[in-house]
């Protein structure tokens, strides 16, 4: 079943006068209700024929918008609910088919009537196949006993002889060698590098190339660097394609490398401070707690006598800070 807008909608004054949102709620609903009209055609449980609150919430819709509809007559109440109101020069109300006319429907034009008559058009040639072999097989045994021997043999290879040459002669094909992935050098990145820059790099060989090939492999040394490299790369070259910067504004890459990446660059992000191990913190409480009975507490830090069990507490945050140390100069 289909829902038709008339392509006069938004003249009508109706429309004119409700809040948009208004508008698409109502085309929402008229959708649903006739998706369940459809339905109720086949199963009358499948849909009450009216909407409730729920069904309104379910919707997107409050009831200030239905109330709204329900004065501009474009909703009615129906049977505890509401229900839309297909209103001439809107849209056009659905036609709800019987069973009959949905199979007629099918058998004159739809897929399933088409694909059903050639399965009845296939079941009726394949009726008639016994006739028709058994006639076929009369004829030809007709026609090859009036030939000799040799002429049958020579027809048989002749109608055998292109399929022989076209499925066993054809060599199958060799797949191409594989060529080996080139690792990126330091002389690759940096002509990748050049080709992506929107500006001139200076002749190969020269001053300006080679000092800006000196200054792009001692960025690149360390990753970070020329991760940040290749973000403001991409900035400054947006900034050129946005008109921001002038084509003749643009300094040689040697220049850019030397005096004006780092304006471009994101800001570095600073690793987190690593964490110091103390007496009191919770990694040396997790290790020592399971022994705080076996040692004693009397002392008194500020007195400069302090207790074992603050002795061995910060023994522990010792021990954990040097193993940290170590693993970092590895």
């Not at 009845?120 to 072999?133: F, H, M, R, V, W």
């Not at 992935?181 to 200076?202: C, L, N």
Request: hydrophobic share 30%.
């Amino acid at each position: 079943m289909w829902f038709i807008i008339d392509d006069q909608m938004a003249d009508d004054r109706r429309i004119r006068r409700l809040p948009l949102a208004t508008v698409g709620l109502w085309v929402k609903l008229c959708v649903i209700h006739s998706k369940g009209v459809s339905m109720q055609a086949k199963d009358p449980t499948a849909y009450p024929g009216h909407f409730d609150k729920l069904d309104l919430k379910d919707a997107g819709g409050t009831m200030k918008q239905l109330q709204q509809l329900i004065d501009i007559g474009l909703m009615e109440e129906h049977d505890g609910g509401w229900r839309p109101v297909y209103a001439e020069g809107i849209c056009r109300e659905p036609k709800t088919l019987t069973e009959e006319q949905r199979e007629a429907r099918r058998k004159a034009g739809s897929k399933g009537g088409r694909r059903k008559a050639a399965n009845q058009k296939a079941k009726q040639t394949s009726g008639d196949l016994p006739e028709n072999s058994q006639a076929n097989g009369e004829q030809n045994g007709s026609e090859t006993g009036s030939k000799p021997s040799s002429k049958l043999l020579e027809d048989s290879q002749a109608k055998t002889w292109h399929k022989t040459d076209t499925y066993t002669d054809i060599p199958s094909p060799t797949p191409p060698a594989g060529t080996p992935k080139q690792t990126a050098t330091p002389e690759s990145g940096f002509d990748h590098f050049a080709e992506t820059y929107p500006g001139s790099v200076g002749a190969k060989g020269r001053k300006a190339e080679a000092e800006a090939r000196n200054l792009y492999a001692t960025i690149a040394g360390d990753p970070v660097q020329l991760a940040r490299l290749q973000s403001a790369l991409r900035r400054y070259k947006r900034a050129v394609n946005d008109g921001q910067i002038r084509t003749g504004h643009i300094p040689r890459l040697n220049t850019w490398l030397r005096d004006q990446w780092e304006t471009w660059a994101p800001e570095p992000i600073s690793p987190p401070p690593s964490h110091k191990h103390t007496w009191n913190c919770e990694h040396v409480h997790r290790l020592m707690d399971p022994h705080e009975d076996e040692y004693d507490h009397n002392g008194s830090l500020r007195d400069g006598h302090p207790s074992e069990w603050w002795q061995a507490c910060q023994a522990c945050a010792d021990e954990l800070n040097n193993q940290a140390t170590s693993k970092e100069k590895q």
